[in-house]
């Protein structure tokens, strides 16, 4: 087992992931170490945006990876295999699940996880990733602004015991993440495109020119989105110049 290999367990901290970076720079941890917590004071999510996490209620955790045989320009690889790792948690209680690019976990149109992976490059290598995870579990009702939050128990009437849900969790991600280490990286991104939330569905898009009717093909080198448009035109597109609207 690489990870959940070494767990270690803070009753609250400003963030996981910011911990672990500060961590990491003054100790060894070994590969696969979680941090995890029951509550953060400024739990961070994409774009400055606050990660909202009722005390004692989710699954707060960082993950420490040293995947140097991964290229720095593949290292979507990573959010991918993090992606299914939580769909196979998922899988143990819900059917139907999606990953809303680029790495949002959605059930119907509700957000139950979120991933925040933050990496260290250096001589074109990757030196650490640091894969924190939201996933939001026995919380019933959410205060932020954020527009669709749910949770395992508001999905199923069932509340689950965390510490069970962290190993199973553990258990689904490592089993992800030796498959890169294997090189089964064709696997994981064809596993990743056939989970994309609203894969090959005419849906309405916005881009920097405005709103279009699209269907999204796949998701190709440097983990860009392609977009078909109306009329055939194929655009790809990095996080941020495509917003989906709902
Ligand atoms: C997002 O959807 O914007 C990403 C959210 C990631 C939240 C998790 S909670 C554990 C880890 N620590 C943080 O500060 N953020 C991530």
């Known amino acids: 087992m690489i990870i959940g290999s070494n767990i270690l367990f803070f009753e609250n901290l400003p963030s996981t992931n910011t911990r672990t970076a500060y961590l990491l720079k003054k100790n060894n941890l070994p590969e696969g ?81 979120g991933i925040l992976i933050e990496s260290s490059v250096i001589d074109k290598k990757i030196e650490f990733t640091i894969a924190g995870i939201g996933l939001n579990i026995n919380q019933e009702k959410f205060i932020s602004t954020a527009p669709n939050p749910v949770s395992l128990f508001l999905l199923t009437g069932i509340s689950y015991d965390l510490t069970v849900c962290l190993n199973q969790l553990g258990t689904d991600l490592d089993k992800r993440y030796k498959q890169l280490i294997a090189g089964y990286s064709g696997l994981i991104k064809k596993e990743y495109v056939s989970k994309l939330y609203h894969l090959d569905e005419w849906r309405e898009f916005r881009d920097i020119k405005g709103g279009f009717t699209g269907r999204i093909l796949t998701v190709g080198d440097y983990g860009l989105i392609k977009i078909e448009k109306e009329g055939g035109e194929i655009s790809e597109y990095a996080f941020k110049e495509i917003e989906f609207i709902l």
């Open 33 to 113: 170490t979680v941090v995890y917590t029951n509550y953060q004071s400024e739990g961070r999510g994409y774009s400055g945006n606050k990660w909202e996490s009722e005390d004692g209620k989710n699954l707060l955790i960082s993950i420490v990876l040293f995947p140097s045989f991964i290229n720095p320009s593949d290292q979507f690889l990573i959010s991918m295999a993090i992606s299914l790792g939580i769909c196979d948690f998922l899988s143990r209680f819900i059917p139907d699940f999606s990953i809303k690019w680029p790495n949002d976990i959605y059930v119907n149109n509700d957000k139950i996880a």
